[in-house]
Nanobody, 126 residues
Framework: QVQLVESGGGLVQAGGSLRLSCAAS????????MGWFRQAPGKEREFVAA????????SYADSVKGRFTISRDNAKNTVYLQMNSLKPEDTAVYYC???????????????????WGQGTQVTDSS
């Protein structure tokens, strides 16, 4: 069982930056692919970014490519999402996720990942 706790959400103006963190429980963190999804009001949950267990592979949704960066620190059991050049359309609840596999399970709708965090709100304050 993996428990995920997100932090770092809040109000941010368009063009600003924010860094989300997700702390995971357990001693096998590096064996899990980690990632982020988001869900805006009235919309389906959508894939944002994912990173392999070693951190050697990453993938991004087209809508955030070049603006968001996912990274992980396996010594701290933590995954991060650095969000730059934020846009009003980035407003959503952001969810951390963990899965034994890095690949197609992240991109299907609904996503087939094993574990979810409780979510953290990111809101455009413009």
């Amino acid at each position: 069982q993996v428990q995920l706790v997100e932090s770092g959400g809040g109000l941010v103006q368009a063009g600003g930056s924010l860094r989300l963190s997700c702390a995971a429980s357990g001693r096998t963190f590096s064996s899990y692919a980690m990632g982020w999804f988001r869900q805006a009001p009235g919309k389906e949950r959508e894939f944002v970014a994912a990173i392999s267990g070693s951190g050697g592979s990453t993938s991004y949704a087209d809508s955030v490519k070049g603006r968001f960066t996912i990274s992980r620190d396996n010594a701290k059991n933590t995954v991060y999402l650095q969000m730059n050049s934020l846009k009003p359309e980035d407003t959503a609840v952001y969810y951390c996720a963990a899965d034994r596999f890095y690949g197609s399970r992240w991109y299907v709708v609904p996503p087939k990942v094993d574990y979810w965090g409780q979510g953290t709100q990111v809101t455009d304050s413009s």
